[in-house]
């Protein structure tokens, strides 16, 4: 069976969209579904922010295939598993689900490397080009880390 995995950030055009890429990069030939979206409603339709794809290229990925969407009460029926950017994100998305295994879906993303500190993945949209190659760095290590836990 196909495991799914969904990234969620706010707008879903800097933080997801790169979670999106890099995950589906490191499971390529797995048995592996994933998809991206945002809690807030801003971007539907738009391509991933010009940052995020250009930070992907520079590392080997192309997101320019990706088109945001928002998330929707349906995504908890579609997906195994759904991996927030940050504690804003959790509780919007948590503040949709309808039952206890809806809840227990969602998770920080970084929780996989730093287990249990709730750390956020700063949002690097007014952060300039730096901010996404730290941004991208985190997300690669957490999708290691997804990568090795979903495999094993």
């Given amino acids: 069976m196909k495991t799914s995995i969904l990234m969620v950030c706010l707008g879903n055009i800097c933080r997801s969209p790169l979670a999106e ?29 010009k940052r995020s794809i250009e930070i992907a290229k520079q590392n080997g990925i192309d997101i320019t295939d990706q088109r945001c969407r928002q998330f929707k009460v349906a995504d ?6 759904i991996y927030v950017m940050d504690n804003s994100n959790y509780r919007d998305v948590i503040s949709l689900a309808r039952n206890e295994a809806d809840k227990n879906k969602v998770k920080l ?12 993945v700063p949002d690097p949209y007014y952060g300039g080009n730096r901010g996404f190659e730290n941004v991208f760095k985190m997300l690669n290590e957490a999708c290691d880390a997804i990568v090795d836990k979903s495999l094993n």
């Fill in 109 to 120: 993303i970084l929780n996989e490397i730093f287990p249990g500190e709730n750390v956020d």
């Fill in 21 to 49: 890429g890099i995950l589906k990069a490191k499971t390529l030939h797995k048995n592996i579904f994933v998809d991206s979206a945002g809690t807030g409603g801003y971007h539907i339709g738009e391509l991933p922010d």
């Fill in 76 to 81: 908890f029926d579609t997906f195994d598993c």
